[in-house]
Structures are given as C-alpha cells and as structure tokens.
C-alpha cells in the first residue's frame, strides 16, 4: 500500500509540475519584430565568433555583450521575452521562421557579392593578361621593323660594294671627242 501511495503521488506531482501555467507576460516584453532582429544579430554574431574571436576584440567588439548594446536591452529582459515566446510555441516559430528566412536572404546577397567580386577579380585578371599580350605583340613588331631596317641598309651597303669593285666596261665618250674624229 505504501508503495501504490509513493507511486501515485509521484505521478501526481509530476503532471502538476508540468502544468504549472502560462509564463506571466513581461512588462518590458520585446516586440516580435524586434526578437527576431535581436537573435539574427545573435546568429551572425555567433558565426562570425566561431570564426575568429580574437578579430572581434581587435575590432573593440564584446562579443557577449554586442547584441544586447546594438539593441539597447540586458540580457534579463531577453532571457524572459525568450522564455515568454518559447512557452507560446506559435509565435515563437514564427520568430524562428523569420530569422531563417532573413538569414537566407542575407545569406545570397553574400552569394551575389561574392560571384560579383570573383568576376570582377577575373575580368582584371583576363585584361592584365590582354595588356601583357599587347605588350609584347608591340615589343615582337618593334623588334621586326629594326630587323627590316637593318637588313635593308645592309642589303644597300652590299650593292654599294658591289658596284665600286666593278670597272665600267665602256668609258663614255665625250662630244669634243666625236667631233674631233670626223
């Protein structure tokens, strides 16, 4: 008997421990809208922590305390909105589904960004390379057209050397001398 009346009472208390009721509403409840600026910020800043804690300090961000100095609350007020919409499990999804859905927004703007930075970082890429090309197509013609000058003006000199070394076969012949012979 002792033993059926420890059982039912635990199994009492238990079901009256978790039906104790509603959270009593805040009186400095935060506003739906701005919960769900308040936990994107947190997500972002909880990433970017991940990342490199130390950047942050050099940067003079506290990291435990941004959030709640961006947004002008403590972390008491928060605690008890959180625990206020969590127990309200619709309104609170509704929080969530929106930090999600502006999240993934956020999220392909970063995207875009990044593909317009890549192509820009190509495109300057590919007009060095263009430059370099131009460069030295110029330099390769500049190199040509001395090669062709030089090679003209030694094909001049040649001719020039080849004609001294030669003797006029026929002398020409003056018209003093013509009219003297007849």
């Known amino acids: 008997?002792?033993?059926q009346f420890t059982l039912y009472s635990c199994i009492l208390l238990t079901v009256l421990s978790c039906n104790i009721g509603a959270p009593k509403k805040p009186d400095n409840l935060i506003s739906k809208a701005k919960m769900v600026d308040i936990l994107i910020d947190a997500k972002l800043i909880g990433s970017a922590t991940y990342i490199?804690?130390?950047i942050m300090k050099e940067h003079g961000i506290e990291v435990d305390t941004y959030v709640f100095e961006k947004h002008g609350i403590d972390s008491l007020q928060f605690a008890m909105s959180n625990n206020y919409y969590a127990y309200y499990v619709k309104d609170y999804k509704e929080i969530y589904d929106k930090v999600i859905d502006s999240?993934?927004?956020l999220k392909l703007v970063f995207k875009a960004?990044?593909?317009k930075?890549?192509?820009e970082f190509e495109k300057r890429e590919r007009d060095s390379l263009e430059a370099i090309k131009i460069k030295d197509s110029l330099k390769t013609q500049d190199s040509l057209?001395?090669?062709t000058k030089k090679?003209?003006?030694s094909e001049i000199k040649q001719k020039k050397k080849a004609l001294k070394g030669k003797e006029i076969l026929?002398?020409?012949v003056s018209n003093t001398k013509l009219q003297s012979r007849e």
């Open 170 to 172: 026929i002398s020409p």
């Open 103 to 105: 999240l993934e927004a």
């Open 151 to 153: 090679d003209s003006l």
């Open 113 to 115: 960004q990044e593909l």
């Open 52 to 54: 490199n804690k130390n």
């Open 145 to 147: 057209k001395l090669k």
């Open 1 to 3: 008997m002792l033993k």
């Open 117 to 119: 930075e890549k192509r």
